[in-house]
């Protein structure tokens, strides 16, 4: 099969918990292939007979960093891309002029055309430059981080956003590989994390020893979440959405690790980036959100249609009137 640039995650699901409205304006922060756009620009026109009894037209407004999301683009007059971080939500709202939006999609994290492209650097499997860039105008690269920062900065990227019990002897092993050379290619990195037995290549293709490949997967994980600084810019644009909602707007996200479902699961619940729920003098929870989706999985028979669809986590809420 030919690589295809994406497959959507939970697309039906999604697009139910958005609960789209005719003339709504809808917000998708993570374009990529533009599966789940598409679906909701669908849902848009499918009201089109409506068009003389309602006074505005839906749009939608789609937003990827990564200007390869581009060739994805879609020719209808109801569709605006926002080649920009999503941030920026805000600035970009304001600068269209939307004051309120009906609804917003978050699918977070990398596409399969990420991995997909050995030059970029998101894979373990591929002999490429250490880049791991999403933005590709952005400065820091994954070979930055891994060479600049201190044992103890990179020992706790490895911990807290893969996960990894043994990130600190990793850690080790690449500062005492860099001291020697510069670590600048995926395959040094691997080397250098692993140093024993060493990777094999096959012309561009990395061969790992088995047991180490879901360690890798999430040590190269780590790295892409530091390099985009993701858990920073998913809290600016969770709570731009929560200020941009309307009453009765819906706002549904799928997120992929536990780090970055914990935060949109406490942001949903209590409506601030500390997870506190403020009450009112009767003790009652002062909440912006109705929960409506509480971490929904994707169907066994999706997973095995298309297995990167396994972590994917759906939570879905509504703003309350
Ligand atoms: C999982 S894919 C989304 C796939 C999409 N739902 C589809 O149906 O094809 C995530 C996309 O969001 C983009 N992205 C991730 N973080 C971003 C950010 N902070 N700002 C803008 N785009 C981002 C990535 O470049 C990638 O194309």
Same mark, same amino acid.
């Given at each position: 099969m030919a690589n295809v640039y994406h497959i959507p995650a939970m697309l039906t699901e999604t697009i139910e918990g958005l609960d789209i409205k005719p003339e709504g304006v809808y917000?998708?922060?993570?374009?990529?292939?533009?599966?789940h756009s598409r679906a909701i620009l669908a849902k848009l026109h499918e009201f089109e007979d409506l068009r003389f009894e309602i006074s505005n037209l839906g749009h939608l407004y789609s937003f990827d960093q990564d200007k390869d999301a581009l060739s994805n683009a879609i020719?209808?007059?109801?569709?605006?891309?926002?080649?920009?971080?999503?941030?920026?939500?805000?600035?970009?709202?304001?600068?269209?002029?939307?004051?309120?939006?009906?609804?917003?999609l978050a699918d977070l994290g990398v596409s399969f055309h990420h991995f997909d492209c050995p030059e970029r650097g998101f894979s373990f499997r591929f002999s490429a430059p250490l880049d791991m860039?999403?933005?590709?105008?952005?400065?820091?690269?994954?070979?930055?981080?891994?060479?600049?920062?201190?044992?103890?900065?990179?020992?706790?990227?490895?911990?807290?956003?893969?996960?990894?019990?043994?990130?600190?002897?990793?850690?080790?092993?690449?500062?005492?590989?860099?001291?020697?050379?510069? *670590? +600048?290619?995926?395959?040094?990195?691997?080397?250098?994390?692993?140093?024993?037995?060493?990777? %094999?290549? !096959?012309? &561009?293709?990395?061969?790992v020893p088995a047991q180490y490949k879901k360690d890798l997967a999430r040590m190269f994980q780590a790295l892409r979440i530091e390099v985009n600084d993701e858990m920073g810019a998913l809290r600016e644009m969770l709570v731009a959405a929560r200020d941009l909602l309307k009453p009765g707007g819906r706002i549904a996200i799928l997120t992929y690790?536990?780090?970055?479902?914990?935060?949109?699961?406490?942001?949903?619940?209590?409506?601030?980036?500390?997870?506190? *729920? +403020?009450?009112?003098?009767?003790?009652?929870?002062?909440?912006?959100?109705?929960?409506?989706? %509480?971490? !929904?999985? &994707?169907?066994?028979?999706?997973?095995?249609?298309?297995?990167?669809?396994?972590?994917?986590?759906?939570?879905?809420?509504?703003?309350?009137?």
């Amino acid at each position: 099969m030919a690589n295809v640039y994406h497959i959507p995650a939970m697309l039906t699901e999604t697009i139910e918990g958005l609960d789209i409205k005719p003339e709504g304006v809808y917000v998708d922060v993570t374009f990529g292939g533009g599966g789940h756009s598409r679906a909701i620009l669908a849902k848009l026109h499918e009201f089109e007979d409506l068009r003389f009894e309602i006074s505005n037209l839906g749009h939608l407004y789609s937003f990827d960093q990564d200007k390869d999301a581009l060739s994805n683009a879609i020719d209808d007059e109801r569709w605006t891309f926002v080649h920009s971080n999503f941030r920026y939500l805000r600035n970009w709202m304001d600068y269209y002029g939307v004051e309120q939006i009906d609804g917003l999609l978050a699918d977070l994290g990398v596409s399969f055309h990420h991995f997909d492209c050995p030059e970029r650097g998101f894979s373990f499997r591929f002999s490429a430059p250490l880049d791991m860039r999403m933005n590709q105008t952005a400065k820091r690269t994954a070979a930055d981080i891994v060479n600049g920062y201190s044992e103890e900065e990179l020992a706790k990227v490895l911990w807290l956003y893969g996960e990894l019990k043994n990130g600190r002897q990793i850690a080790r092993n690449i500062c005492r590989a860099r001291a020697q050379k510069p *670590i +600048e290619r995926t395959e040094e990195l691997v080397e250098a994390a692993y140093p024993h037995p060493l990777p %094999k290549r !096959r012309g &561009a293709e990395i061969e790992v020893p088995a047991q180490y490949k879901k360690d890798l997967a999430r040590m190269f994980q780590a790295l892409r979440i530091e390099v985009n600084d993701e858990m920073g810019a998913l809290r600016e644009m969770l709570v731009a959405a929560r200020d941009l909602l309307k009453p009765g707007g819906r706002i549904a996200i799928l997120t992929y690790h536990s780090l970055e479902d914990r935060l949109v699961k406490n942001f949903l619940r209590s409506g601030n980036l500390e997870g506190t *729920i +403020e009450k009112d003098f009767y003790g009652n929870a002062l909440t912006p959100f109705d929960v409506i989706e %509480k971490g !929904r999985e &994707a169907s066994s028979d999706e997973v095995e249609r298309n297995p990167r669809s396994r972590s994917a986590k759906l939570r879905v809420a509504e703003k309350k009137s």
